[in-house]
C-alpha cells in the first residue's frame, strides 16, 4: 500500500512549493507539485502605461533580477515595432549574461550542493590530502593544507556549539550521502567563498542599471549614457572594471564551480538515471549576436524537443494562439469559457476561485484544483524548460560550441548522452551552459568595445518612445531564457494602457499541476519512480526539485489565509 507524504515548504528555494508524494515499496509511484502563493501581478498592470510595466515585473522576484524586466519591454518594443542601438543589445547581454553564471553558482553551492555534500562528514578529513585533491583537479589558489584545516577548525567550532547557523536542518549522515570526507571540505570551502565571490559579479548590473537587484532598464535601450571621458556616465574606466568582473567570473567557473561538480558527479552516476521526467523540452533562445529580431543570431537557439528524440528539433513560434495555452483544470482559477479551455496568454485571464481546503489540512485534493500555478503546454504537450532544455537544444541544433562542451564532459564522467535526461543531467547542464555563458560574455564586451571605436554611442532609440504615435491598439510578445528557463511576457495595448498582461514563467512550466488531460508536468512527472531510503528525511526528493532550481516567487505572489493583502504599497 502506497504512503503518501508532503513536503513543505520545500526549502532552498525562491518561494513556496508543496510536494506530495506517494511512496510503495522504497519508491515515489505518483507526485503532486502545489504552489501555495498567488500572483496577481497581472491585474496590477492593467490600465497602466506600457513603458512602467518593465518596474513592476521586475519585482516578482529578487532572484532573476533583470530577466522579467527584459521580458517586458521586449513585449512593449515588439508591440510598437522599436529597433534598439547595437551597443544596448550588447549590454543587455552583458547584464544577462553576468545574472545567468551568477544564479547557477549560486544554486550549485547553496540552494543544490548540499543534497549531495555531507556538511558534518567534512570533520572528519585530513587536510593534506584534501590540499592534494583540490590541486589536482584545479589551480586555483586556494587550496593548500593551511587552508583546509584553518576552515576544518571553523567548521568544527559551528558543529560543538550545537549552532549550525547556515548549515543547520540538514540530513547530515543520511545513507544517501556519499562523498568522501574530502570532498565534502571542498564544498563547504568552496560554499564560502562563492558567498563571498556573488557579491562581486552583480557589479555588472550596478554599473549598467543603476543597481543591483532590480536594475533600470529602458523601453528602446538602455538607461545609462556611454561617456568615456565623463565621471557621470559608463566611461572607460567602468567598462574596463566591467571586464575585470567578468574575467573574474569567467576563472571562477572554470577553476572551482566546474572542478567541483566533476569532483561530485563520479559518486553520483546513478543519479543519471534518475528524474528524467517528461523527455520534453522547450527553449525560445536569447543572446543575440545581432538583433533580437534575428533568432537565428541567438547564442541560445529556440526549439523543442519531444520523447528524447534529439534527432530533430521542432520550431516554436510564440505569436501561434494554437502553440502555447495555460489551463486551469487544476488550479486555483476560473475561465470564462470553463476550466477545459486553454487560452493563450494574449487572451489570458487571472480570475482567483481558491476552492481548496482551509489551512492547516493534511492532503490537498488532487483529483480537484490543488495550486495557484497555471498549466502551461506546448501544443498540448507538458513540456520541461531550463539550462537542459537549452543544453539539449543546442547541442541537437548541431551548435559546434554546446556540442564541443558537452562532449567534453559526458567523456570526463564516462557516461553517454543519454544521462543528461535525469537530475544529474540537469545539474551537469547548469555547468555546461555556464562554461559558454561565461566565454559568451566576453565576446558580446568585445563586441560592445568595438561598436564604441567606431564612434557609435548610441543607447537609445526613443524614436516612439512618446504614446501619441502609438496605433490605437497593438499587442507584442518579449521573450528570455531566465537561468530556471523559457520566459516570456504578452502585453494588449490599448488607448496607450495595458488592456491585458500575461507573465508565463519557467516555474509554471516545470511547477504547475496536472492538465486537463491529466499528463503531470515536469517536477510531478521527475519524481515518478524516485527511490526515497527513508521517509522521514527524504533527500531524494530534494535533489530531483532543486535540480529544477525553483523560483515559486515568480509564479505566486502572497495573500493570507482569508485572501487579505498582507501589504499595500503607494507607488508614486
Known amino acids: 500500500m502506497a504512503q503518501r507524504i508532503v513536503v513543505d515548504p520545500i526549502t532552498r528555494i525562491e518561494g513556496h512549493l508543496r510536494i506530495e ?183 555588472v548590473h550596478a554599473i549598467f542599471g543603476g543597481k543591483n537587484p532590480h536594475p533600470n532598464f529602458l523601453v528602446g535601450g538602455m538607461a545609462c549614457s556611454i561617456s568615456l571621458d565623463d565621471s557621470s556616465g559608463i566611461n572607460a574606466e567602468r567598462l574596463a572594471y566591467v571586464q575585470q568582473l567578468l574575467k573574474q567570473a569567467k576563472d571562477f567557473v572554470e577553476q572551482v564551480y566546474i572542478p567541483d561538480l566533476l569532483a561530485v558527479a563520479p559518486y553520483y552516476l546513478d543519479w543519471g538515471a534518475i528524474g528524467g521526467g517528461l523527455g520534453n523540452y522547450l527553449a525560445y533562445g536569447d543572446l543575440p549576436t545581432t538583433a533580437y529580431t534575428d533568432i537565428s543570431s541567438y ?10 528524440d534529439l534527432s530533430k528539433v521542432h520550431e516554436v513560434n510564440l505569436r501561434d494562439e494554437s502553440e502555447i495555452q495555460e489551463f486551469v483544470k487544476h488550479s486555483w482559477y476560473d475561465y470564462a469559457g470553463g476550466d477545459d479551455t486553454g487560452l ?43 539550462p537542459l532544455a537549452r543544453v539539449l537544444v ?43 555563458v561565461a566565454q559568451w560574455a566576453l565576446e558580446f564586451y568585445d ?40 520566459l516570456a511576457h504578452w502585453i494588449v495595448i490599448k488607448d496607450q494602457k495595458i488592456a491585458n498582461y500575461q507573465l508565463v514563467v519557467p516555474s509554471t512550466w516545470n511547477a504547475s499541476p496536472r492538465d486537463v488531460n491529466g499528463q503531470s508536468s515536469a517536477y510531478e512527472a521527475a519524481l515518478k519512480d524516485t527511490p526515497v531510503a527513508d521517509i522521514n528525511q527524504p533527500v531524494e526528493i530534494l535533489r530531483t526539485v532543486h535540480s529544477f532550481d525553483p523560483c515559486l516567487a515568480c509564479a505566486v505572489h502572497l495573500y493570507d489565509e482569508e485572501g487579505k493583502h498582507v501589504s499595500k504599497v503607494k507607488v508614486l
Open 344 to 386: 493563450h496568454p494574449w487572451k489570458g485571464e487571472t480570475k482567483l476561485n481558491y476552492t481548496g481546503p482551509k489551512p492547516p489540512f493534511d492532503h490537498l485534493n488532487v483529483e480537484e484544483k490543488y495550486s495557484y500555478l497555471k498549466t502551461p503546454r506546448w501544443k498540448g504537450n507538458a513540456m520541461e524548460v531550463g
Open 447 to 486: 563586441q560592445l568595445i568595438a561598436n564604441i571605436k567606431n564612434g557609435d554611442t548610441r543607447m537609445a532609440n526613443t524614436e516612439k518612445f512618446k504614446p501619441e504615435s502609438w496605433p490605437a491598439a497593438a499587442q507584442g510578445v518579449g521573450h528570455t531564457e531566465a537561468p530556471r528557463g523559457a
Open 21 to 203: 508524494a506517494e511512496i510503495k515499496d522504497g519508491k515515489i509511484t505518483e507526485a503532486y507539485s502545489s504552489g501555495t502563493m498567488v500572483r496577481l501581478i497581472e491585474e496590477i498592470l492593467k490600465g497602466r502605461d506600457p513603458r512602467d510595466a518593465w518596474a513592476f515585473v521586475g519585482r516578482v522576484c529578487g532572484v532573476c533580477t533583470t530577466v522579467h524586466s527584459m521580458a517586458s519591454i521586449r513585449s512593449v518594443e515588439d508591440a510598437l515595432g522599436i529597433v534598439i542601438p547595437p551597443n544596448a543589445e550588447m549590454v543587455r547581454n552583458i547584464m544577462f549574461c553576468a545574472q545567468n553564471i551568477h544564479d547557477h553558482v549560486v544554486h550549485f553551492y547553496h540552494l543544490h550542493a548540499l543534497d549531495w555534500v555531507d556538511v558534518v562528514s567534512a570533520l572528519k578529513a585530513d587536510p593534506k590530502k584534501t590540499s592534494e585533491i583540490a590541486q589536482s583537479i584545479s589551480n586555483w589558489p586556494k587550496s593548500s593544507p593551511g587552508y583546509f584545516s584553518d576552515l576544518q577548525k571553523r567548521l568544527t567550532k559551528f558543529v560543538e556549539s550545537g549552532q549550525l547557523g547556515i548549515f543547520a536542518n540538514g540530513y547530515w549522515g543520511h545513507p544517501a550521502y556519499k562523498l568522501p570526507p574530502e570532498i565534502n571540505l571542498i564544498g563547504v570551502a568552496h560554499y564560502l567563498e562563492a558567498l563571498e565571490w556573488q557579491k562581486e559579479i552583480v557589479k
Open 299 to 308: 547564442k541560445f537557439p529556440a526549439g523543442a524537443i519531444l520523447n528524447k
Open 394 to 436: 543546442g547541442y541537437a541544433s548541431g551548435k559546434s560550441e554546446y556540442k564541443e562542451v558537452v562532449d567534453s564532459v559526458l567523456k570526463k564522467l564516462n557516461v553517454p548522452a543519454a544521462a543528461l535526461f535525469s537530475t544529474l543531467g540537469r545539474t551537469a547542464a547548469r555547468g555546461i551552459e555556464s562554461i559558454l
